[in-house]
Nanobody, 123 residues
Framework: VQLLASGGGLVQAGGSLRLSCATSGFSFDDYAIAWFRQFPGKVREGISCITIPSEGVPWYEDNVKGRFTISRESAKNTVYLQMNTLKPEDTAVYYC????????????????WGKGTQVTVSS
């Protein structure tokens, strides 16, 4: 099982980035995929999740609701996180995670994790 997060970078406040989580080694359509982020010195926290395609329900943490959009593309086994109206407080390392079952913002709910991608938002 592999998850590869990419798309991070440096952007000015108010700008946008699109993160990608390319996956392989498991049945993509049977897995919920989540995005977490980790601030320096803090625990990793869930910010968005998307359920299996037959449900397709997105979850968002309150601080990103209305600014971030999660989507999944089965043909590419990839999940995206479109991040708009970025703020300096969004600066963090972003991780994607996957597991069978429903969405959760609990780290323990996910067996499979990608390496993080750094997002830096300048003021």
């Amino acid at each position: 099982v592999q998850l590869l997060a990419s798309g991070g970078g440096l952007v000015q406040a108010g700008g946008s980035l699109r993160l990608s989580c390319a996956t392989s080694g498991f049945s993509f359509d049977d897995y919920a995929i989540a995005w977490f982020r980790q601030f320096p010195g803090k625990v990793r926290e869930g910010i968005s999740c998307i359920t299996i395609p037959s449900e397709g329900v997105p979850w968002y943490e309150d601080n990103v609701k209305g600014r971030f959009t999660i989507s999944r593309e089965s043909a590419k086994n990839t999940v995206y996180l479109q991040m708009n109206t970025l703020k300096p407080e969004d600066t963090a390392v972003y991780y994607c995670a996957a597991d069978e079952g429903r969405c959760s913002f609990l780290r323990s709910a996910y067996r499979f994790w990608g390496k993080g991608t750094q997002v830096t938002v300048s003021s």
